[in-house]
């Protein structure tokens, strides 16, 4: 049995879906399902429980897993409530951390690649404690995430007893299916779909960075199927630990993006360039790209959906269709 924390949100209900496909049904999803609609993220699939946030310790007392699969966060990055966050980002991954450890079950859990802040330090899924202690995280979600990392590291670096298999995975900017009850965390590509189907000019920020053109603000953009498939490979390769970066290792541009999704349309691209909004000009990051060195010397040798690839999929096979769950 799994257990997938998160496992109505977005890439965990991904994650679910692709067990299903590979015939499992024996997964306990821990979420809270809201009145965002998420729930539709879990209405094709099949699972054996689903344990509310409140009731996931309880729940876990003398329990044998296979895995653990924490993807549950807040993941606003523009999250204000210090204590919340710290509860259900740090505290709780703490708990599921020392479960873990004492049941000696696999830990697979999201770390993110906010916690490399400006990218002033580069973007190496170093583990050593001297470099994590110079990542300065922008934001409060980036920050907690940063501290877990840093608590289980300690851990590592004191010999502390930790499960037989743990990954920390950074993912850069995922996008695809079942992302709608984000809001405004969705990916940019989802936000303006509809507007852009319907003939509406897509607005994309303006540079205020010398040397960078308007929409040539960069990330490193990764397809949901691709992060499911490093999560899978982890459950087959029990002897695999670390703190790993998951994207593709090429940085593209919004502008990019947003000419693929009208390239999918068959549509000639329309996009107007606006003012940054002051408020966020000072947090606002450039340039992402993964490195993936790591990754592949662990083992992980399976391909990066290219990003028209990827831009074309998710929109004939969900965007522009009626029902855009997967």
Not at 131 to 137: A, M, N, T
Not at 178 to 200: C, P, T, W
Not at 275 to 284: A, E, L, T, V
Not at 289 to 316: C, D, H
Request: hydrophobic fraction near 40%.
């Amino acid at each position: 049995m799994l257990l997938v924390t998160g496992g109505a949100g977005f890439i965990g209900s991904n994650i679910v879906a692709s067990l299903n496909e590979a015939g499992r049904t024996d997964i306990v999803v821990n979420d809270s399902l809201g009145t965002d609609g998420r729930w539709h993220n879990l209405a094709k699939r099949q699972i054996a429980d689903f344990v509310q946030p409140q009731d996931l310790c309880a729940w876990l007392e003398g329990r044998k897993l296979e895995a653990v699969i924490h993807m549950g966060a807040i993941s606003d990055t523009t999250a204000t409530d210090g204590d919340l966050v710290m509860q259900s980002n740090f505290r709780l991954s703490l708990t599921l951390l020392d479960w873990c450890t004492q049941t000696q079950t696999p830990f697979i859990y999201a770390s993110s690649a906010a916690t490399y802040g400006n990218g002033e330090h580069g973007f190496a899924d170093d583990d050593r404690p001297d470099y994590l202690r110079e990542l300065r995280p922008m934001n409060l979600y980036g920050w907690s995430k940063h501290l877990f990392d840093q608590a289980l590291i300690a851990r590592k670096a004191r010999g502390e007893k930790l499960p037989p298999q743990w990954a920390g995975l950074k993912f850069f900017n995922v996008f695809g299916p079942n992302e709608y009850h984000k809001g405004k965390m969705m990916s940019v590509l989802a936000r303006i779909f509809d507007d852009a189907k319907a003939g509406q000019t897509v607005k994309l920020f303006k540079s205020h960075k010398e040397g960078i053109a308007d929409g040539d603000q960069r990330r490193d953009f990764i397809y949901v199927d691709d992060v499911v498939a490093v999560v899978r490979w982890l459950l087959d390769s029990p002897r695999v630990s670390g703190l790993f970066n998951v994207g593709t290792g090429q940085a593209r541009s919004f502008r990019e993006m947003i000419e693929a999704m009208f390239a999918a349309l068959s549509r000639p691209p329309k996009i107007e360039y606006i003012d940054m909004p002051q408020s966020i000009r000072g947090q606002y990051q450039y340039f992402t790209q993964s490195e993936i060195g790591k990754l592949r010397a662990a083992g992980y040798n399976a391909g990066f959906t290219p990003l028209q690839e990827a831009v074309g999929r998710y929109v004939s096979h969900y965007l522009d269709r009626e029902d855009r769950y997967r």
